[in-house]
């Protein structure tokens, strides 16, 4: 499944007992605490939307693009079966669901720094 819109997947991924909360217009963190995200207490990553598309990027930065089949709810699932904060999407992931990594320069023209 892939929600075409940040409410519809906030709604999904509070069916698997997770949180997702907008931090702006274009980010949306997933995790499974109420309230501000601190990364000390387990996993988080956040989504994006943009042209159709669905990113995925952990804090380090590490960006990744979703291809339009897979099911974005089961990634999210899989992502957050880790007990700890990821640094990079584990490899047996980015397999299972086809993750595309974005080049350093790809990740900076779609999520601009500053």
Same mark, same amino acid.
């Given at each position: 499944?892939?929600?075409?819109?940040?409410? %519809?997947?906030? $709604? %999904?991924?509070?069916? !698997?007992? =997770? &949180?997702? +909360? !907008?931090? @702006? $217009?274009?980010?949306?963190?997933?995790? %499974? +605490?109420?309230?501000?995200?601190?990364? @000390?207490?387990? @996993?988080? =990553?956040?989504?994006?939307?943009?042209? #159709?598309?669905?990113?995925?990027?952990?804090?380090?930065?590490?960006?990744?693009? &979703?291809?339009?089949?897979?099911? !974005?709810?089961?990634?999210?699932?899989?992502?957050? #079966? *880790?007990?700890?904060?990821?640094?990079?999407?584990?490899? $047996?992931?980015? +397999?299972?669901? #086809?993750? /595309? /990594? !974005? /080049?350093? @320069? /790809?990740? $900076? *023209?779609?999520?601009?720094? #500053?």
């Amino acid at each position: 499944m892939q929600p075409t819109s940040y409410s %519809a997947l906030t $709604e %999904a991924l509070a069916k !698997l007992g =997770f &949180v997702g +909360q !907008l931090q @702006n $217009e274009d980010m949306l963190v997933v995790s %499974a +605490q109420q309230g501000p995200v601190w990364p @000390n207490r387990g @996993n988080s =990553f956040w989504l994006c939307r943009k042209q #159709g598309t669905w990113y995925l990027s952990t804090w380090l930065p590490a960006g990744y693009r &979703v291809p339009l089949d897979q099911d !974005l709810v089961s990634l999210c699932a899989a992502c957050m #079966g *880790r007990s700890s904060a990821m640094y990079r999407v584990p490899p $047996e992931v980015i +397999q299972r669901f #086809g993750l /595309e /990594e !974005l /080049e350093d @320069n /790809e990740y $900076e *023209r779609l999520f601009p720094s #500053g």
